[in-house]
């Protein structure tokens, strides 16, 4: 086994707003083949930069699990975009009693604190953050998962248009499995690869499906893993946000993908927001592109390779 690390990162901060110690373990969920910052020992850490998540209680499980990776006396760098979480960074680290020094660059909030000897609060901010069943899905989840509590509307409206499938297909962007275990449910499929590039989805995902026909994969999606091809379909809800920022050359990402990876013949099922303009990448790819739905915000294709 590699040595256990004394200092981590979460993240990509800006380099010009947080110095990264060399070697630093990258933690991040969001960056495939990261380590768990859950698996950190307690009290082993010299150096923690993170790039604190915006939602409230992602951020906190986040901090109190490097509080707790830190040694006492260890040293601890937050930070954030002001509107995702910065203005609330230095408070909640406070809360964990912490001295906080305080200051403001580029839009962010950025807090360098020592871990005391005794911090308060971090298991009860653990716990918060930790996955567990949610009894309106029916399925393991965790925060900070794209709808980890709730049916995204773009999903329903896919699940209530989605044909009986067959043969070997994928679910790119797969999240908790949602759109997985309703493609599954027909005998006609083969096998099913489901990815997506959150590591906590995966996790969540692989408890929910536990189908032998399918296969779970942590891999960002513009790049060129996993290998995929011949496949007989693919349905994706894809995001369209990077770093809470919207990044419409994410979907544009996911449908070249798709493209690449099915058969002539093969079938895209395909739910996005009506403002994002995926009509012209899709006509590009596929040799027929139909509208099946628009409702809610939301707009359905199916498109024929």
């Given at each position: 086994m590699p040595p256990a690390p004394d200092a981590i990162v979460h993240g990509l901060p800006p380099t010009?707003?947080?110095s990264v110690p060399d070697g630093a373990a990258q933690v991040?969920?969001?960056?495939?083949?990261?380590?768990r910052l859950e698996d950190i020992a307690p009290d082993s850490l010299d150096r923690a930069v993170l790039?604190?998540?915006?939602?409230?209680?992602?951020?906190?499980?986040?901090?109190?699990l490097a509080l707790r990776g830190l040694k006492p006396g260890?040293?601890?760098?937050?930070?954030?975009?002001?509107?995702?979480?910065g203005t609330r960074l230095g408070k909640e680290l406070r809360n964990f009693g912490c001295a906080v020094a305080e200051d403001a660059k580029r839009h962010h909030r950025i807090c360098t604190v020592m871990r005391p000897a005794a911090p308060t609060g971090l298991d009860e901010a653990i716990q918060a953050g930790r996955p567990r069943h949610v009894d309106n899905l029916a399925l393991c989840t965790q925060p900070g998962i794209f709808s980890w509590d709730r049916l995204d509307p773009g999903t329903a409206l896919l699940l209530r248009h989605l044909p009986t499938l067959s043969g070997k297909g994928a679910?790119?962007?797969?999240?908790?499995g949602i759109l997985?275990?309703?493609?599954?449910?027909?005998?006609k499929v083969a096998s099913l690869a489901m990815i997506d590039i959150d590591r906590r989805a995966i996790d969540m995902a692989r408890r929910n499906v536990g189908e032998a026909r399918a296969?779970?994969?942590w891999a960002d999606l513009r790049g060129s893993d996993p290998t995929l091809s011949g496949l007989d379909f693919v349905v994706t809800n894809p995001p369209f946000h990077d770093g809470g920022?919207?990044?419409?050359a994410l979907g544009k990402a996911f449908i070249g993908r798709a493209a690449a990876a099915l058969r002539n013949g093969g079938t895209l099922y395909l739910v996005a927001n009506a403002h994002l303009p995926y009509e012209a990448p899709l006509r590009a790819a596929f040799k027929t592109v139909t509208p099946m739905a628009t409702e809610g915000g939301y707009k359905l294709f199916e498109a024929r390779k």
């Open positions: 010009e707003l947080a991040s969920p969001l960056i495939p083949g990261s380590e790039l604190a998540p915006a939602g409230t209680v992602e951020r906190r499980y986040a901090l109190a260890g040293q601890l760098t937050a930070l954030a975009p002001k509107d995702k979480g679910d790119l962007g797969c999240g908790l997985s275990l309703a493609v599954l449910r027909s005998d296969s779970v994969h920022a919207e990044d419409q």
